[in-house]
């Protein structure tokens, strides 16, 4: 049975900080960090939950961060190996601070000699994601001009024919006015010619032929 116990320590509270930030690099749940340490501290996981949600969790505002950031890098880490080499990537396991430097509150920055595998891919994902988005950026204007390119030929195209429905609207009314014209003349001349023949008077010469007489 677990006893549950008041008071909590200074050492206490760093075995409970350490744990839980251990669990989250890993990927793990906070209850499971509070079932380890209850069964380190012989209390209950509630109590190790009330206690880190209440007072230690304050404390370790940016420790938190870091390990959510380390969780993260190592997620991406598996997925890049496995997409690439099709096996999963075994590294060591990052090693974990101290008791002392837990409570401390101040991890010291990381140096160049201690760049780890997921940093470096890390880095260069950042790179590639920002070369594509001015790549991708780059061709969706690329893109926009081309398109109002279009939108104004297709406009000028528009115009075009529009005047040339015009042009052959009034070409064809013409020709229809001339061929009315051709008409009238047409009958006009076949009027008068059979008025003429009509009215004319014509004679015999001595030799046999007809001969058209003057009024």
């Not at 380890?36 to 996981?45: A, H, I, K």
């Not at 000699?113 to 590639?128: E, F, G, K």
């Not at 001009?145 to 052959?168: A, H, M, P, V």
Request: glycine share 2%.
């Amino acid at each position: 049975m677990k006893v549950r116990q008041d008071a909590w320590s200074h050492e206490d509270d760093v075995l409970l900080a350490e744990t839980v930030l251990k669990h989250i690099r890993e990927g793990s749940t906070q209850l499971q960090a509070f079932e380890e340490v209850g069964d380190e501290l012989n209390r209950t996981s509630a109590a190790c939950g009330f206690r880190w949600n209440a007072v230690v969790r304050q404390r370790f505002i940016k420790q938190i961060a870091e390990a959510k950031k380390e969780r993260k890098q190592r997620k991406r880490a598996m997925s890049f190996s496995y997409y690439t080499q099709r096996k999963p990537l075994w590294a060591p396991p990052a090693a974990q601070p101290s008791m002392n430097a837990v409570s401390s509150y101040n991890p010291e920055p990381a140096t160049s000699s201690s760049l780890s595998l997921d940093a470096v891919i890390q880095y260069l994902q950042t790179l590639s994601d920002q070369t594509n988005s001015k790549e991708v950026e780059e061709e969706n204007q690329a893109l926009i001009k081309t398109n109002l390119e279009l939108i104004n030929r297709n406009r000028e195209l528009e115009i075009e024919i529009q005047k040339l429905k015009q042009d052959s609207s009034i070409i064809e009314e013409d020709y229809q006015s001339l061929i009315q014209i051709m008409n009238r003349a047409r009958r006009m001349a076949i009027l008068e010619d059979e008025e003429t023949l009509s009215n004319a008077s014509f004679k015999m010469d001595k030799n046999g032929n007809l001969e058209k007489l003057a009024k």
